[in-house]
């Protein structure tokens, strides 16, 4: 990363979804923070790699890639799946007693400790799939037509929706940092079960409402990573010597 960045901010895709999500924010948030999208096995970059399809192996092997580097802060931001996945991880990492991150965004998901709203089966067909994604919004229609493309998506979107089924947090495993709760004011996640993150927190919680539906993130990519920027703000600590950019500022 170019110019002078004083934290990390790990970011965790949605289900179907690859690290790639996160690229454009490089280019969007102050060179202060550095944004590391982390990909999952079975995604993107890691497409040869086999799919997870519990939560407990998701996470065994993206931790290796969640190394903040020493000396620096870091944060967590995940949206809907990634949301779970991101808190499981800041979780592990208190435990262990490692460096936990300063903030942790959840995004477009109900608490851990409250059930989903998905209504498929165990093993849902390629039809009931797409059903679901167009109950979602985000995927165009063009996408959702497309069968070689949805040869590829379906097969990811159904596991990581197993990793989403197998988790079922208590709300006894609280953390000590701070959570920052996102949600769409159109998405059809329950508002009671997105305001229970309070439960996962012994530190500051705040609820954020945004205009639009389950992928709000991308309908209000500007508010979203100017929220980003204003909570993390506190965190910053510029490198000595460094000259402010004005994207630095």
Do not use: K
Not at 1 to 24: D, E, I, K, T, V
Not at 42 to 61: C, F, K, N, Q
Not at 94 to 102: A, F, I, K, T, V
Not at 196 to 224: C, L, M, N, Y
């Amino acid at each position: 990363m170019n110019g002078p960045s004083s934290l990390q901010l790990f970011c965790f895709s949605y289900a179907g979804a690859s690290a790639a999500a996160y690229l454009r924010w490089r280019r969007q948030l102050p060179l202060w923070i550095e944004v590391v999208p982390i990909e999952l096995a079975g995604h993107g970059r890691r497409v040869s790699e086999p799919l997870e399809t519990t939560m407990d192996g998701a996470i065994a092997r993206i931790e290796p890639l969640l190394r903040p580097e020493r000396g620096r802060r870091y944060a967590l931001f995940g949206h809907s799946l990634g949301a779970l996945v991101a808190f499981e991880c800041a979780r592990r990492c208190e435990q262990r007693g490692g460096p936990s991150p300063c903030a942790l965004f959840a995004s477009g998901c109900h608490a851990p400790s409250q059930p989903g709203t998905s209504t498929l089966s165990d093993d849902p067909t390629d039809a009931e799939l797409i059903t679901e994604l167009q109950r979602w919004g985000g995927t165009p229609p063009f996408a959702l037509s497309n069968a070689e493309l949805m040869q590829l998506t379906l097969p990811i979107l159904r596991a990581d929706l197993r990793v989403a089924a197998s988790y079922r947090g208590q709300v006894q495993s609280a953390i000590s940092t701070p959570i920052h709760v996102l949600a769409g004011s159109l998405d059809p996640l329950d508002p009671a079960a997105v305001r229970a993150w309070h439960q996962h927190t012994r530190a500051e919680h705040t609820v954020e409402w945004f205009e639009g539906g389950h992928f709000f993130i991308h309908e209000r990519e500007s508010d979203v990573l100017a929220t980003l920027t204003r909570r993390l703000a506190p965190w910053r600590e510029p490198r000595p010597g460094a000259e402010a950019t004005a994207d630095d500022r």
